[in-house]
Each structure stands twice: as structure tokens, then as C-alpha cells.
């Protein structure tokens, strides 16, 4: 991923604070708002609850959309969604954040699902639909 690129995506989605994330559920659309990203080395992640039917949505067909509006400016980010192997990186997310550790430990069994997305492609589109910014990754 061209760092150039996915820190243009992420000072978007920042602008915006809640996105949207669309996956299939059957053959159906699914979409729910989101707040977590994070960029790093050159990746933009992302995370869902292990527990939740996104995360089983996103198992069974991994090719998502995120969107994001800023005024009248709006983002589609979409490509392969990729999870980590390991559940080492959500965990440091988790530690420290009240929020996030009353939902995600060991009491719950849950755990934050962080995945960033592969085959993607970014695209920055003005009210008209006209592309102003295009990245792949």
C-alpha cells in the first residue's frame, strides 16, 4: 500500500470520525457505522467484534465497502478484507481504553477482530460523482 495513499484515506475517514461499513449477508447488503481505524506501516486498520454477524459476514465473503462523507465530499474504500492472524495487535488496542476493554477480555470472550483490506481501491468523489482522488492498494 503506497503510504502516500493510505494516509490520505485515513486523514479522510478522521475528518468524517464514523464511517460506514457494507458487507453481504446472504445476498443481502449489510451496512453499520464504525469509529476504530488506525493507520500503520503503511496500512489502515480496522476493527469488529469476533462475536458479531459482521465478522461472520466479512469470513464468508471478505470483499467490503467503506464509505465516508466529509461535507459534500464522500469516500468508497473497497477491496478484500484481510484479518490478522493473531489477536496480539488488538489486544494492545484494547489495554488502556475503558471502553473497549468492558466489551473485549476475558469475562466476555470476546475479542476485536482487526483486519485491513487488500485489492483495494480508494476513491474520493465529489457531490456529482466526479472522482477527485483514485488510489489503488
Known amino acids: 500500500m503506497a503510504l502516500e495513499?493510505?494516509?490520505?484515506?485515513?486523514?479522510?475517514?478522521g475528518e468524517a470520525k464514523v464511517f460506514f461499513?457494507?458487507?453481504?449477508?446472504?445476498?443481502?447488503?449489510?451496512?453499520?457505522?464504525?469509529?476504530?481505524?488506525?493507520?500503520?506501516?503503511g496500512k489502515i486498520y480496522f476493527g469488529v467484534g469476533n462475536h458479531k454477524d459482521v465478522f461472520k459476514q466479512?469470513?464468508?465473503?471478505?470483499?467490503?465497502?467503506?464509505?465516508a462523507l466529509v461535507e459534500?465530499?464522500?469516500?468508497?474504500y473497497y477491496g478484500k478484507a484481510v484479518f490478522e492472524e493473531?489477536?496480539?495487535?488488538?489486544?494492545s488496542i484494547v489495554r488502556?481504553?475503558?471502553?473497549?476493554?468492558?466489551?473485549y477480555n476475558d469475562e466476555t470472550g470476546f475479542k476485536l477482530a482487526i483486519f485491513h483490506l487488500e485489492e483495494a481501491t480508494a476513491e474520493i468523489r465529489n457531490i456529482t460523482g466526479e472522482i477527485?482522488?483514485?488510489?489503488?492498494?
Open 72 to 76: 459534500t465530499d464522500f469516500l468508497r
Open 86 to 91: 493473531t489477536y496480539d495487535f488488538a489486544e
Open 132 to 137: 477527485m482522488e483514485s488510489y489503488n492498494f
Open 58 to 67: 466479512m469470513a464468508e465473503n471478505p470483499f467490503v465497502e467503506i464509505v
Open 96 to 103: 488502556g481504553n475503558e471502553f473497549l476493554e468492558s466489551i
Open 21 to 41: 461499513l457494507a458487507t453481504v449477508d446472504g445476498d443481502k447488503p449489510k451496512n453499520r457505522p464504525l469509529g476504530f481505524h488506525l493507520l500503520k506501516d
Open 5 to 13: 495513499g493510505a494516509e490520505r484515506i485515513d486523514e479522510f475517514i
